[in-house]
């Protein structure tokens, strides 16, 4: 698929109270390559170039799964650990047995979003 496919999906705006916060848990957590903008925001690059965004003050933080973004990852009881050791929350997460290892976390501000595990 081209990088430039009608209708990928390829940028987020994450809400922050504390910018520099938000970058350590991200970084830390996903891999994530950190940067400033042109206009000296402070963005991402995901950790296999696909999506960017950057942090923004001043916005309510989703706290409420509603739209639910996911973060695949490698191992889901690794990054789970992450998250707790960056101030993050495991908030649910799927059974041992289920074929799909999913879970839901808040980050520092609250925000709620998904983890996946694809299976083996």
């Known amino acids: 698929m081209s ?3 009608n209708g990928k999906i390829c940028y987020l705006e994450i809400p922050a109270t ?6 350590e848990f991200y970084r830390s957590v996903f891999g994530w390559e950190i940067r400033k903008r042109g206009d000296g925001a402070t ?12 942090w923004v003050t001043g ?4 706290t409420q799964p509603g739209l639910l973004i996911y973060v ?3 191992s889901l009881a690794a990054t789970a650990a992450a998250i707790i050791a960056q101030g993050g929350l495991i908030l649910e997460q799927s059974g041992a047995d289920s ?20 299976p083996t």
């Open 3 to 5: 990088p430039n496919a």
């Open 18 to 23: 504390d910018v520099l916060r938000s970058v």
């Open 43 to 54: 963005a991402f690059d995901d950790s296999v170039g696909g999506v960017s965004g950057a």
């Open 59 to 62: 916005r309510a933080s989703s």
């Open 72 to 74: 695949m990852v490698m």
């Open 99 to 118: 074929p799909e290892k999913i879970a839901r976390f808040a980050d520092p501000d609250g925000n709620v979003l998904g983890l996946y595990e694809q």
